[in-house]
C-alpha cells in the first residue's frame, strides 16, 4: 500500500493548480487522508484533511482557497489550490492513516513553486 502525487511544480502568482493523492489501493483504506505543507527548515503544518471519505475540513488559513475532492472511484484525493502567493512556496504532501491499524504512509512529496 502507497501513497503516490502528482502535479504540476511551477505556478503564477494569482493562479490555480491541483495536487492528487493516489492511492495504490482504495483510498477508503485510510481512515483520514491528511494534506501538509513544508517551508525549508520549517515543520511540516496541516493545511487539509479529509475524514472517513466525506468530511473534507480545510484549516482556516487555507479557507476560500483551497478545496478538497475525491475521485468517484475512491482512488485518488485532490487538493485543489488557487490565488497562490509567493509564501505559498513548499513541499506539499499527502498522508493517509490507516484503518484499525493507525499505520501511517506518506505520499513522496511535491515542490510547488509560486512565481512573481
Known amino acids: 500500500l502507497e501513497l503516490v502525487e502528482s502535479g504540476v511544480g511551477l505556478v503564477q502568482t494569482g493562479g490555480s493548480l491541483n495536487v492528487s493523492c493516489t492511492a495504490s489501493?482504495?483510498?477508503?483504506?485510510?481512515?483520514?487522508v491528511n494534506w501538509y505543507r513544508q517551508h525549508p527548515g520549517a515543520q511540516r503544518e496541516m493545511v487539509a484533511y479529509t475524514y472517513r471519505s466525506d468530511h473534507p475540513i480545510v484549516q482556516d488559513s487555507w479557507k476560500g482557497r483551497f478545496t478538497l475532492s475525491r475521485d468517484y472511484y475512491r482512488t485518488t484525493d485532490y487538493l485543489h489550490m488557487t490565488s497562490w502567493k509567493p509564501e505559498d512556496t513548499a513541499v506539499y504532501y499527502c498522508?493517509?492513516?490507516?484503518?484499525?491499524?493507525?499505520?501511517?504512509?506518506w505520499g513522496q512529496g511535491t515542490q510547488v513553486t509560486v512565481s512573481s
Open positions: 489501493k482504495s483510498i477508503t483504506l485510510f481512515s483520514v
Open positions: 498522508n493517509g492513516r490507516r484503518v484499525i491499524t493507525h499505520d501511517e504512509y
